[in-house]
């Protein structure tokens, strides 16, 4: 049974940083992709980076040069940096995974899903 579950979400001041991170569990991670995601109120879940075990990644260019997701297979876990934090940041951060080598930046082609955490930003 694949499970994924997301920490480290919180209240950060406009500028800040954070750290989420995901743990996976069930997965076949030679053959599996990891993808963040995230929801702001009244709006739609909208893709921020993926990556697989290999290290490969991919990112929205809103977040590019501002988050870096990153993994480590020993611990089954996937992280994402979020740097330079701004409002329009704030939302629940999603982990999904799929089946599959190569990441994706579509919600439909994941088929696991954490229950997510908040990440707040204050002005």
């Known amino acids: 049974q694949v499970q994924l579950v997301e920490s480290g979400g919180g209240l950060v001041q406009d500028g800040g940083s954070l750290r989420v991170s995901c743990a996976a569990s069930?997965?076949?991670?030679?053959?599996?992709?990891i993808g963040w995601f995230r929801q702001a109120p009244g709006k739609g879940r909208e893709f921020v980076a993926h990556?697989?075990?290999?290290?490969?990644?991919g990112y929205a260019d809103s977040v590019k040069r501002r988050f870096t997701i990153s993994s480590d297979g020993a611990k089954s876990l996937v992280y994402l940096q979020l740097n330079s934090l701004q409002p329009e940041d704030a939302a629940i951060y999603y982990c999904?995974?799929?089946?599959?080598?190569?990441?994706?930046?579509?919600?439909?082609?994941?088929?696991?899903w954490g229950r997510g955490t908040q990440v707040t930003v204050s002005n």
């Open positions: 999904a995974a799929r089946e599959h080598p190569c990441g994706s930046r579509s919600v439909t082609d994941y088929r696991y």
């Open positions: 990556t697989h075990w290999s290290g490969t990644t």
């Open positions: 069930g997965l076949a991670f030679n053959s599996s992709a």
